[in-house]
């Protein structure tokens, strides 16, 4: 694919007929390919406003689509969906029907920061990543995303304990998102481990899923942080829900 | 009285029992030959490594990262705080940044943990820094060559650095396309290091690896695929996330692509502890998945 941003083309505005002869040149085929224009009226002008009241979403505004996100992204080299400068410039431009049709992809960056280290007009393409997965899953077009199920797992233990016990946060991971608690590669894990570790290690092991790790002067610093980030996110709510006109962004 | 003395952040994957447990080991193996003291900072807290965008803001992480290193300013006085996970030392190192930046971020910060009822306050008087950069500038690779009395002689490596010690912020004078202390380390320990990895700051996907996990092991494969293609026979890294995933996929990658995989991951860190005539278990060897037998041999061999 030459000009891979042709798939961003829909289909059926491409069009090539099979045999076509003008002023007497045959140009059949690819010789005539035309897009079709389109004309869209469904901008939302305030929607860059709502993705900035997601949390990594703050700088989108600053975007001047030079491309080197998309470019570096260790996601794009696998799957050419993926394009966060495209979806810069729809959040901008406020084309949300644009940006629903990849609403399944989004959320599968893998935070490697390559967009963000490398971009000149520090927009934090990373961060406007979990912004619109944010959305997706605020408005509804997504379920709650595994990313974001496995951050509030991981989360609610940090609240819980102030320190995470890795095993745990994977086993009930997997347990939230219909997985199997035992997939092959961690029986393999788990059979290997065994050849070279005595028993009393796996036991260990068990009893760490049991007597959780903590921190002990942790006290109210979970139920604090809690209480804030639902304060926070009533607070970004409200700013999303006010009238354009009435706010500077 | 030790030569140098450090505020150490271990973070949850140090800890016994968990992933990243043998890396602490050799930490403490190669620290005690370079006598380097590590005080752990008392009673510490999770980073906040997976919470990035939970939402309410960034304000959770930093107040999390803050009343670490607000204790370590309390106790350690005078001491830069040092971490050897990559995962604590971005976090850490973020909100030092970001607090130093923000007055009113860092005013939030401290009312949060007010409201906490911890009698704590941060101020920002301690640098942040990674175990790596510890060994490059405080001690200089000629420091960090006078305790290594056997030599990897023989051994090739592939220094795969990955993300997060390498973007945004990387070690202390080194590229973010092509670091190269790695590479100085395995050499000052007598290995040959593969010059031309050029999956060096490759991305394993690691945030992938339970929901996508195919597409956290294509990048898994690229990685090791340049390795064996540089001809390097084990792999050493700074990050227990990179660590971790290089290592324990190789089986379902050789399943899925049918692949022969069997490359060891081990951390700079246990090849400094075996160079400086550690055993096996001083090094944490025994805590690998896919064991580094050539290491193994070598740290079983009496010092000539």
New interface residues.
Partial sequence: MAIHEKSLIDAERIQTSDNLVLDGVDVSGHWNTMVLPRYLTDYDTDFARQIQTFSGGENVHRCWQCGSCTNSCTVYAQNTDFNPRYWIYLTNLGLKNEILKDKDIIWTCVSCNRCTNICPKDVKPEGVMKALAHWLEEEGHTPETKSSIFDNEFLDQVYATGRIEDTRVLVNFLRKTNQSVMPPWLIEIGKRMTKYFPLTFLIHMGLHLVFKPRTKSWGRTGEVLREYVHEQKEIARKARAMPKEAVHV | MARKEYSFYPG??S?R???ASNYMVSVEAMCKKLDVQLNEIP????C?????????????RH??NA?NLAISEQVNKGQDVVATCAACWLGARETKDRLAHDSDLLAETNE??R????NLQYKGEQEVRHMVEVLIEDLGYDELKKPVVKSLEGIKFAGYVG?QTN??FGIVGES?ENPKYLDKLVEIVGGEPVEKYDQKV??C????A????E??Q??IKKIIESAYDHGAEMIVTPCPVCQMNVE??Q??INKRYGTKFNMPVTYYSQLMAVAYGGSAKDAGL?GQ?I?ARKLEEIAAKGVR
């Fill in positions: 949850c994957s800890e029992l968990t992933s009673d510490w807290n999770c906040g490594a997976s919470i990035g965008y939970a939402e309410g803001g960034e304000l959770p107040v999390m009343r949060a943990l409201e906490a009822g911890m993300c973007r945004p973010f490759t991305c996907g690691g945030a992938l339970f929901s996508e996990p597409k956290s294509a990048q324990v996929y089986g379902q025994d998945i064991r």
